[in-house]
């Protein structure tokens, strides 16, 4: 695994984390007053692909938090009217195969109902966000 020796806490939880074996790969980006001090990929993607650092990575439920904090932002800046709105009319594309009534709210507490989101884990791994994007419209 590369060193990161001016990280020596955080380069001892990466390894402790492959020793486990809770790992295939692991991306971190650290930032400093918005300079980079880190953005290192380590170990394979789940096709033993070397993991890099722009790899996109399919979170599924663990991107919420990121969404919590977007429509949030959004919502403070009085851009999102109720959080019953519908995503569609925020992302249009989302708003087919049965996602027409989806709202923000249902993003928020799990309650989408998305049938065939198991779909996406098998697909093949996404070469841009275009795709990936597209992908979850589809679904």
Not at 29 to 46: C, I, M, N, T, W
Not at 65 to 80: D, E, Q, Y
């Amino acid at each position: 695994m590369p060193e990161i020796d001016h990280l020596p806490a955080t380069q001892k939880v990466i390894e402790e984390e492959f020793q486990r074996g809770s790992a295939l790969g692991i991306q971190i980006y650290v930032s400093h007053e918005g300079r980079p001090v880190l953005d290192r990929a380590f170990g394979k993607f789940l096709n033993a692909t070397p993991f890099e650092s722009n790899t996109l990575m399919r979170w599924m439920s663990a991107g919420k938090p990121l969404t919590a904090v977007a429509l949030s932002r959004m919502n403070s800046a009085g851009k999102i009217q109720t959080w019953d709105d519908p995503v569609a009319k925020y992302w249009p594309e989302f708003g087919t195969q049965g996602k027409e009534g989806v709202t923000l709210r249902h993003l928020l507490t799990h309650t989408g109902n998305f049938r065939n989101a198991d779909r996406l884990v098998s697909q093949v791994h996404p070469r841009s966000w275009t795709e990936l994007t597209e992908a979850v419209a589809g679904a």
